[in-house]
């Protein structure tokens, strides 16, 4: 009697502190919604002027104009976007137990869904092209600093020195199955759009890495927590955080081969990709992890620093790597992973803050925000048959992908991957690969290298790569997306007709319904 009592107070006490951390988790949210629509109206205005365009009336002395075009901004920016993206996040949020815990919907595919329809093609109330000169540079710089920040918090939310202790699993995913997962995906593009397998490699390439932003989707709630195993879900996270890096070395393989050809493609390849952008972002993030962890720990120690502050100090390290990563050239999103495994290696910054929901709030805002826009800003109008893009090779191509690129090579090789026990773990694991935010990253960073060095050998890969890049993403967000409700709902539907048949057997032999369904009846 005793000990029942004090196990009922202890989870009292257990669900009284997870609810003051959901009220602290609220409260911080609600002050970056306020700051957010504070700045994006300056930035706005700013960066009017900040741009290497006319504008108009910058010819003039006085403020006329300026003041004209601050009024305009004031009159829609505000009122439109803030309250577009605010709105859904707001509405969304009052119902987030229903579609997470109940629907099992993803907040990714939502967030999509709701850029498309406010975007240019349907309502016409944002058009994100519209925003920049150079749309696909914006494009580029939300999504690096999306996955510099989603890398990081991938690599701190890992267990204490799990890149050592597994790293025979992490192997096996970034070197042969990532190899396969590009070599795959380039034969289906090659012969889907009839195009020579060096330009296939290099579309390839972009979607050969699996997306930490939608695995992090499918890899936290209720769902994951129940039926997907801790060591699983651990591996998974450090493939995704890794392998975002490490598109790098395929993407560039194909595009030295285009640009020089032979030995000396391979051999700037080596050095240049591997040697400079891999080997020294890896020192780089080790480094600076192993210093940032050192130094916040004797401030944490001495009461230098308050909670907010200690809070975000891995994030403020991941702003600041992609700054000088993208200073000297080197890879910035893999030094960030790297970076936030070495920043708790020893385990002390993670247990301090994973009861803090900071991780889950800042991992929502990002995903849903760059999913509204990426829905906001899918090029639709390329999908024809005058430029290769004909809608069934896309369909063709998003299928192939999905069935193909991935799930036969982990049913294959899971027996020579430890983290993965059965062939139950392989069909998660290889099913759930999505290809998301590096995907456009990479797509960007494409176009980028080809226009710049002017490779004649690239053929139309600059002008297709970001349409088929996109359809892919959109494919990946919308399958894996409701593969968890329709999974739930089969299996509903077969429990149903279980019980059903045993109803009706008992009708028949007049034995009570709960002997029938044994433990299932008694609850």
């Known amino acids: 009697m005793v000990l029942s009592r004090a196990h009922s107070n202890y989870l009292a006490r257990i669900s009284l502190e997870l609810g003051e951390s959901t009220v602290e988790t609220n409260l911080f949210a609600s002050r970056w919604t306020v700051i957010g629509a ?9 960066g009017l002027w900040g741009m290497n365009v006319k504008v108009p009336g910058g010819d003039r002395e006085d403020l006329r104009d300026f003041f004209l075009i601050l009024s305009g901004c004031m009159a829609f920016v505000p009122q439109l976007v803030p309250a577009l993206v605010g709105g859904f996040v ?19 595919l939502l967030a999509m869904v ?25 494009t580029q710089e939300f999504s690096r600093y999306c996955l510099a920040i989603e890398v990081m918090i991938a690599g701190v939310t890992l267990p204490k020195k799990y890149l050592k202790t597994e790293w025979i699993s992490l192997i096996m995913l970034l070197i042969p199955v990532m190899t396969l997962m590009w070599i795959i995906s380039g034969s289906i593009v090659k012969f889907t ?31 994951a927590e129940t039926h997907v195993p801790l060591r699983l879900r651990n591996i998974l996270t450090a493939e995704s955080g890794a392998n975002d890096g490490l598109g790098y070395p395929f993407l560039f393989f194909a595009l030295y081969l285009m640009r020089i ?18 080997i020294l972002s890896i020192a780089i993030g080790a480094v600076t992890g192993y210093i940032a962890r050192k130094t916040l720990r004797y401030a944490e120690a001495a009461g230098w620093v308050d909670k907010e502050s200690f809070l975000l100090s891995s994030i403020m390290l991941a702003l600041t790597l992609v700054g000088v990563c993208t200073i000297i050239g080197t890879d910035d999103i893999l030094c960030c992973f790297v970076a936030g495994n070495s920043f708790t290696w020893d385990d002390w910054f993670r247990v301090e803050t994973e009861d803090t929901g900071l991780q889950e709030v800042l991992n929502g805002f990002l995903s849903m925000s760059f999913f509204m826009y990426f829905g906001a800003s899918i090029p ?16 063709v191509t998003v299928i192939a992908i999905m069935v193909i690129r991935r799930l036969p090579i982990i049913m ?27 995907a456009i990253f990479y ?36 399958v894996h997306g409701v593969t968890i409700p329709l999974v739930l709902m089969g299996k509903r539907v077969k429990t149903g007709f279980s019980i059903s048949a045993v109803s009706l057997r008992t009708q028949a032999t007049n034995t009570p319904l709960t002997e029938k369904l044994g433990w299932f009846g008694k609850r």
Request: aromatic share 12%; with cysteine.
């Open 38 to 46: 504070i700045l994006v109206p300056l930035n706005v205005v700013t």
């Open 90 to 108: 707001l509405i969304l949020g009052h119902c987030s137990l229903i579609t997470k815990e109940r629907l099992f919907l993803s907040e990714t």
């Open 114 to 138: 709701y850029g498309i329809v406010i975007g240019p093609s349907v309502l016409k109330w944002i058009n994100p092209v519209e925003w920049s000169s150079n749309d696909l540079q914006l």
């Open 193 to 223: 759009f009839n195009m020579p397998f060096l330009q296939a490699l290099a579309i390839g390439a972009c979607v050969a890495p699996t997306d930490p932003v939608l695995a992090n989707a499918i890899l936290k709630g209720m769902f």
């Open 261 to 278: 050809g032979g030995g000396s493609a391979i051999g700037t390849w080596f050095y240049a990709t591997w040697a400079y952008q891999i």
């Open 380 to 395: 639709w109008s390329a999908y024809t048959s005058a430029n290769m893009l004909a809608p069934w090779r896309i369909v």
């Open 412 to 438: 294959a090789l899971y027996k020579i991957i430890p983290a993965i026990k059965n062939w139950q773990d392989a069909l998660f694991a290889g099913w759930f690969g999505p290809i998301g935010v590096s």
């Open 443 to 478: 797509a960007v960073e494409t176009i980028k290298q080809i226009e710049e060095h002017s490779d004649s050998n690239a053929g139309r890969v600059a002008e297709i790569v970001y349409p088929i890049v996109c359809s892919i993403v959109f494919g990946s967000v919308l």
